[in-house]
């Protein structure tokens, strides 16, 4: 049975009402270089909140008759939606949740495509002081970034393919995160990017919070494979995986890791690969690892793998708690304390870090093709922030073959991209790939027996 699809004018909720004829015109074009299909695949994104799904190609193919058209109105804009899901709808009329986000949408990509040319003085994006203004603009336009408050914001990560306990458990968290006044802020997504911010709600709701944040963070090529869940009252689209990270960092004051696969990974060599920059070594930056008691050797997985490829000093920037929600809430909460007292007394902003010292290889957007996947340095012979800068990038290109688009049509044409370099670095490497797909990590359960996008072979010698 097909579902039922709609035809709708959509006036906009939360920002963006009045476009220029140049903008509009950016956005009707569906040249290589116009906005149209960037817009059209985010858009049909955030229509399917909800729908179990992490194939970005497979939901394009599945509405193909899909289409948004601008409509001038006297006072301002509408959106004429053709063949959008009904599930967006109640009684006709477009959930407030997701007009949001589609003027959300809107916004992000007007604001990163058309109002910042790429060669503007101050935003170059091939230098890391234009890649850092840019993402600070971004948060700032999207009204993320807010002069006054404290230290709140806790960075949550997490699989989008995780069992219903560890679901509970990431709401256990979130829960006590809201009682002690934190915020949110995710990837957007279903699983543990979802569970945070739903258990945040009701601790909220108990202390009587009436400004709680769900804030998300995503990007063009991941968010048909992690639609924004219905949680989200601020989302935020991106540019590219790199300046997502970065925002995430930049706008975050602590990161709460459970568990997920190989996103969660490029995220935690990300993250780790800033930390072990020298220029970061006194930086306040509370870090937890955490799971229920069956997830221990999940994480004792993950540590051994840090342990290996970065050394011991890596590990040292965290802290894995195992079953003990409270414990990790507190952990939060004191380590709010001394990134409070840290910036006050360098006089940094409490809304966007400015002092965290970023290496440009974490920067600029790697955009993964058979060839830069198996040219990648992943050697010893380099610091440990650099070997974290190239084990990303190979868990960056993994994803790209999971779920996005572009990735999955040259894993499809070419076959898996190939993984090489030193074996102490890719039998570890390849033992934890595996645990992956046993525990199902690699997709969401129901869609399917996952086809490797990867393969990892002999040492390049």
């Not at 903008?23 to 116009?34: P, Q």
């Not at 009904?86 to 109002?115: N, P």
């Not at 790429?118 to 336009?141: K, M, W």
Request: proline share 6%; net charge negative.
């Amino acid at each position: 049975m097909s579902e039922t699809k709609i035809n709708a004018l959509v006036s906009p909720e939360g920002s963006l009402e009045i476009l220029s004829t140049f903008e509009v015109n950016r956005l009707k074009d569906k040249s290589e270089g116009g906005l149209y299909q960037l817009f059209r695949q985010c858009a049909l994104a955030v229509l399917n909140t909800g729908v179990e799904t992490d194939d970005c190609k497979s939901l394009m193919e599945t509405h193909a008759d899909f289409d948004v058209r601008l409509i001038p109105q006297p006072r301002g804009l509408k959106l004429e939606l053709i063949n959008a899901p009904a599930h967006a709808f109640v009684d006709g009329e477009m959930l407030r949740a997701l007009r949001e986000h589609l003027f959300s949408v809107l916004r992000d990509i007007i604001y990163s495509y058309s109002t910042i040319p790429q060669s503007a003085a101050g935003f170059r994006r091939d230098e890391p002081e234009g890649i850092t203004n840019l993402v600070f603009h971004i948060l700032r336009n999207a009204r993320v970034l807010q002069a006054g408050r404290k230290p709140d914001l806790v960075v949550c990560w997490g699989g989008h393919s995780i069992n219903e306990r560890e679901y509970q458990y990431s709401k256990d968290v979130g829960h006590q995160l809201g009682l002690r006044g934190l915020n949110i802020c995710t990837g957007c997504g279903p699983g543990a990017m979802k569970g945070p911010m739903k258990g945040a709600t009701i601790g909220h709701a108990k202390q009587r919070v009436k400004d709680g944040r769900y804030i998300g963070l995503t990007e063009p090529g991941i968010i048909g494979a992690e639609a924004p869940n219905p949680i989200v009252n601020e989302l935020v689209i991106l540019p590219d995986i790199e300046k997502r990270l970065e925002a995430f960092l930049r706008a975050g004051h602590g990161v709460i890791v459970f568990p997920g696969g190989v996103g969660t990974a490029e995220e935690i060599l990300y993250l780790l690969g800033i930390l072990l920059h020298p220029e970061n070594a006194d930086l306040p930056f509370p870090v937890v690892f955490t799971g229920q008691r069956e997830n221990a050797e999940y994480f004792e997985m993950i540590d051994q793998f840090i342990r290996n490829a970065l050394g011991d000093k890596a590990a040292s920037k965290y802290e894995i708690i195992i079953d003990d929600p409270a414990r990790v809430a507190q952990t939060m909460k004191h380590g709010m304390h001394e990134v409070e007292t840290f910036r006050r007394a360098m006089q940094d902003a409490y809304y966007f870090n400015w002092m965290l010292k970023i290496d440009p290889v974490f920067q600029l957007p790697f955009e993964p093709t058979h060839e830069r996947m198996r040219n990648l340095a992943l050697h010893r012979d380099q610091p440990a922030h650099l070997v974290a800068a190239n084990l990303r990038k190979a868990f960056s290109g993994i994803v790209a073959g999971n779920v996005k688009a572009s990735g999955i049509e040259q894993v499809e044409q070419h076959g898996p991209f190939e993984i090489a370099g030193d074996p102490t670095l890719l039998r570890p490497l390849g033992d934890m790939l595996r645990e992956f797909v046993v525990q199902n990590r690699m997709k969401l359960p129901g869609t399917g027996a996952y086809e490797p996008s990867y393969r990892i072979i002999s040492n390049k010698g």
